[in-house]
């Protein structure tokens, strides 16, 4: 378990910050879907409340009229006595505008059958109607009631009727009845419509306003009043409803002149849940980031260690070589010229070897600082392979390698090159496919031209890289971890000071490689750039 967290950690640190955060965006959506729904249905509510509560105050305002106006005793209509009318009408004249038009009554007792009398407020008096739109409404509201009184049927409720037929001319009815509960005549008014419209109407949008909209809602709200029959509004409105009692014709409407409520909620969302993601992936980002350089500097740090490790195994074996052979020749014991001849060869090549190791590793060094300087000059490529191949010789010979060294046939062009640089860089070419060769001991070199360019190749016919690992060899510690490399030591920083130094000379170094077959490295550097810098 503990290995497999250690192996692990970095996941689990990227986990410990996706799970939370998932959660958290989760539940922060859906908070949010639901604080969408209910502001939104909030909204709907209060608009209808709004809408009620101004239908319900213009019918109260006319019901309340109504039932004191029209409340005439029978027998102002039994004992004919209707012009008592006119001072109770008079009353409530006097009271100022209350919306209506016209009081009048209509008496269903024999002598004066079924005539219509008005109030007329000049004289103070009961008359016949002047208008004949009036007349008219009044006749035809007045028709079922005269119908019940002719039968003399029994009226089960003085409730007030309301006739709207004619839109100019609107009626409310209150039946009178005598004791045995039969219509003697009716006491109604005809409502003024442009009161209603202009003065009552307003009134009652305004009034109650405050009691369900904040002051910056009630400047975002648009009333719209549609009478019906003439203001055809194909408007969709937030709410809307027709009015109670009368004017049942009138409808108000509502809605919102910049954003509602709703689509404030919906933006809110948006805003949100975009923030929200927005701060989820730069997070995620910055974690993932911060994972991936911590990753790099575990992965780096157990090259470091491999390096050292490695590097010492690559010191210790020929320093204990040429201790020995030291040893030998120190004490005197070989004599034979030819014996001492191959030990000093030994030390020789064993000392060159760990020269170029060391080279190697301070190249690194200044080239990790920034500090690694190149000395260019015109020179032949050929020269400097046949220097680097020199002092391989020994050693090659030793360990049974054959080398063919394929030469062009004409002298290459010169290149501008750093004769050291580029000989170190061969000799590392040639180190590896020594060192990564297996059982097989030909290596081909070749100099060349290709295509502008003037171009060295070292091939082996060993144990080959994977495809994968190609792009990989030429980092810095970077080894191959498998197969047979196992067994061979290495620092890991030959190919990567490879490149960096064909790199400086804009040259481009390439590997084609299979696994088991071999290994072909080639240094190109070019020929115009180089040779005319
Ligand atoms: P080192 O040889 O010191 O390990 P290098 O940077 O020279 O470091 O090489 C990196 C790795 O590339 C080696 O560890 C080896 O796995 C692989 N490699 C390099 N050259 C060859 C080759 N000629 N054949 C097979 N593998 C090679």
Not at 479 to 507: F, P
Request: charged letters at 25%.
């Amino acid at each position: 378990m503990k290995a497999f967290l250690k192996r692990h950690v970095l996941w689990a640190g990227f986990l410990a910050v996706l799970v939370p955060l998932t959660v958290m965006l989760v539940l922060q959506y859906r908070w949010l879907v639901e604080l969408q729904t209910k502001s939104a249905i909030a909204h709907e509510a209060t608009l209808k409340n709004y809408l009620e509560a101004v239908a319900t105050k213009s019918e109260y305002h006319y019901k309340e009229l109504a039932t004191a106006a029209l409340n005439l005793p029978a027998w102002m209509f039994i004992e004919n006595r209707l012009d008592k009318a006119a001072y109770h009408f008079d009353k409530f004249m006097k009271k100022g505008p209350l919306g209506v038009k016209r009081f009048f009554v209509l008496s269903f007792v024999r002598e004066d059958h079924g005539k219509a009398l008005v109030y007329e407020p000049s004289i103070p008096a009961m008359e016949p109607p002047a208008s004949a739109a009036e007349q008219r409404a009044i006749y035809v509201a007045a028709a079922p009631w005269w119908m019940l009184s002719e039968k003399r049927d029994v009226v089960e409720t003085e409730a007030l009727s309301v006739d709207e037929r004619d839109p100019e001319n609107r009626l409310i009815i209150h039946p009178v009845l005598d004791a045995e509960s039969r219509v003697v005549g009716l006491a109604g008014l005809i409502l003024d419509h442009r009161f209603f419209r202009d003065r009552l109407l307003p009134k009652v949008i305004d009034k109650s306003m405050p009691y369900f909209f904040s002051e910056a809602d009630q400047k975002n709200l648009r009333v719209v009043v549609r009478g019906a029959k003439r203001d055809k509004l194909e408007e969709k409105f937030e709410a809307e409803r027709a009015m109670a009692f009368v004017f049942r014709d009138y409808r108000i409407g509502l809605s919102s002149k910049d954003m509602n409520p709703k689509d404030w909620a919906q933006a809110n969302f948006v805003l949100n849940m975009g923030l929200s993601a927005a701060i989820a992936v730069v997070l995620l980002g910055g974690v993932a980031l911060a994972l991936r350089t911590a990753s790099r500097e575990m992965k780096l740090s157990q090259m470091k260690n491999d390096f050292v490790s490695n590097v010492s195994h690559e010191l210790r074996t020929p320093l204990a070589s040429i201790r020995v052979f030291g040893e030998f020749l120190r004490l005197g014991r070989v004599t034979d010229p030819a014996k001492v001849s191959e030990y000093g060869e030994y030390i020789e090549t064993e000392s060159r070897r760990l020269t170029g190791l060391v080279n190697n590793i301070l190249d690194f060094a200044k080239i990790e600082s920034g500090r690694k300087t190149y000395r260019f000059e015109s020179a032949d490529l050929t020269d400097v392979v046949c220097e680097t191949l020199k002092t391989f010789e020994v050693r090659l010979r030793h360990s049974g390698f054959e080398i063919r060294f394929d030469q062009p046939e004409r002298p290459l062009p010169k290149v501008w090159l750093d004769a050291d640089a580029i000989g170190q860089a061969v000799s590392n070419l040639l180190d590896n496919a020594v060192k990564y060769s297996g059982s097989a001991r030909a290596i081909d070199v070749a100099v060349g031209q290709d295509n502008g360019y003037v171009m060295v190749s070292v091939k082996d016919q060993g144990i080959g890289i994977s495809r994968d690992e190609q792009t990989k060899i030429f980092e810095r510690f970077h080894r191959v971890s498998t197969g047979l490399v196992h067994d061979v030591k290495g620092s890991g920083l030959g190919l990567s000071i490879v490149n960096h130094i064909v790199q400086a000379h804009k040259g481009a170094v390439t590997v084609d490689s299979e696994p088991g077959r071999g290994s072909r490295f080639a240094i190109r550097l070019p020929v115009e750039e180089t040779a005319g810098a």
